[in-house]
């Protein structure tokens, strides 16, 4: 757990995400390739401490923390536990400037030879992995 308090309760549906906290190796890494993904995402930064950050969106906040009691340097998305964030990342024009912005932030595309069908032939999403190990998946909204 991290030392951070969680934000005022707000009228959330039962069953909605409150929150994901990933441990990281390298805190200043992590603000840097988190914090420019959140912020494009749409959330805003809630809190700071010595060891960790959060980024808030409505009622659900993402935690970064260098936490002590961390066991390996990197994620490892193929073994069992967190495989991937997925996350709505706007129209397909906004998907794709996403992809194409991520290089410079710490972040490769995973799958780019078959980008933007790696997910099928009816889901449009790019998927990116950090310097550390984690992937998300950005998902662009169905037209029409």
Do not use: C, K
Request: glycine fraction near 12%; aromatic fraction near 10%; proline fraction near 7%.
């Amino acid at each position: 757990m991290s030392d951070a308090s969680p934000p005022p309760s707000t009228a959330a549906s039962i069953g909605a995400l409150h929150h994901v906290e990933l441990w990281v190796p390298d805190l200043g890494r992590a603000v840097e390739e988190w914090g420019w993904l959140l912020g494009e995402l749409g959330y805003a930064g809630h809190q700071d401490w010595p060891a960790g950050r959060s980024w808030l969106l409505g009622a659900t906040y993402l935690v970064v923390e260098q936490s002590p009691a961390l066991s390996d340097a990197t994620h490892e998305r193929r073994r069992p536990g967190l495989n991937h964030l997925a996350f709505h990342a706007g129209d397909r024009g906004a998907v794709d400037a996403l992809v194409a912005a991520a290089p410079a932030h710490g972040w490769h595309q995973l799958f780019a030879d078959r980008y933007p069908w790696a997910g099928g032939p009816e889901h449009y999403a790019g998927y990116l992995e950090n310097t550390d190990g984690f992937e998300v998946e950005l998902v662009a909204a169905r037209a029409g």
